[in-house]
């Protein structure tokens, strides 16, 4: 069982430059979600999305888009990279609103640099 | 503005020993707390939660316990093993109504338990 996988789990960015954070999962979870972790400060959340078709913005959101086509996969798009958004990018999914016991699952993070 | 804060950024105990981890919260419209840990280059992975509506949970070396009017909860591993030495995070939600599972996050604690 795989879980939530992200790819790619390393990338440096140009500033400028756009790219695309995959993440899917494979346990038939609704609720996903992306954080963005910053050295020495907890994980902050940066779009999440209930279902297919329905998304909405975190504490952080500016810089990013997602989408959400299928149950599986929930892509982060950063569009025009800054060096403020050098940080390790996780995605995490849940059955409901963070399941019975508030339980997450969480990718293993991809590491961007923008430089 | 943190809302959920981790003051002590490491602790070091000895194998055997009980390990105290601490957070404080802000936020009075929390009712949902978890405690998650990370090893690194992994994803953090759910450890333990607890309820407003107890004082304590509890399940095999880890208790979790909870002081709503001191906004503070904490977290106990009894006996430390080598292998728990890792970054804790503490988080909070607010259950219900549009929270969707959301959850704000303490900025860790490194947690090194010597042989």
């Known amino acids: 069982n795989a879980g939530v996988t992200q790819t790619p789990k390393f990338r440096i960015l140009k500033i400028g430059q756009s790219m695309t954070l995959q993440c899917t999962q494979d346990?038939?979870?609704?609720?996903m979600y992306w954080y963005r972790q910053d050295p020495g400060m907890g994980l902050k959340l940066i779009y999440y999305?209930?279902?297919?078709?329905?998304?909405d913005k975190g504490e952080v959101p500016n810089g990013y888009n997602v989408s959400r086509s299928t149950t599986e996969d929930f892509p982060l798009r950063l569009e025009l990279a800054a060096p403020s958004q050098t940080s390790v990018y996780f995605c995490?999914?849940?059955?409901?609103?963070?399941?019975?016991?508030?339980?997450?699952?969480f990718g293993e993070g991809s590491r961007l640099t923008v430089l | 503005d943190q809302q959920v804060k981790q003051n002590s950024p490491s602790l070091s105990v000895q194998e055997g020993r009980i390990s105290i981890l601490n957070c404080d919260y802000t936020?009075?419209?929390?009712?949902?707390f978890l405690w998650y840990k990370k090893y690194p280059a992994e994803g953090p992975t759910f450890l333990i939660s607890i309820s407003s509506i107890k004082d304590k949970n509890e399940d095999g070396r880890f208790t979790v316990f909870l002081n709503k009017s001191a906004k503070h909860l904490s977290l106990h591993i009894v006996p430390s093993q080598p292998g728990d030495s890792a970054v804790y995070f503490c988080a909070a939600s607010v259950q219900g109504g549009t929270s969707y599972g959301k959850l704000t996050f303490g900025q860790g604690t490194i947690l090194t338990v010597h042989p």
């Open positions: 346990m038939n979870h609704n609720y």
């Open positions: 999305s209930v279902g297919a078709g329905i998304t």
């Open positions: 995490a999914s849940s059955y409901g609103a963070g399941g019975l016991t508030g339980e997450l699952f």
């Open positions: 936020n009075s419209m929390f009712d949902y």
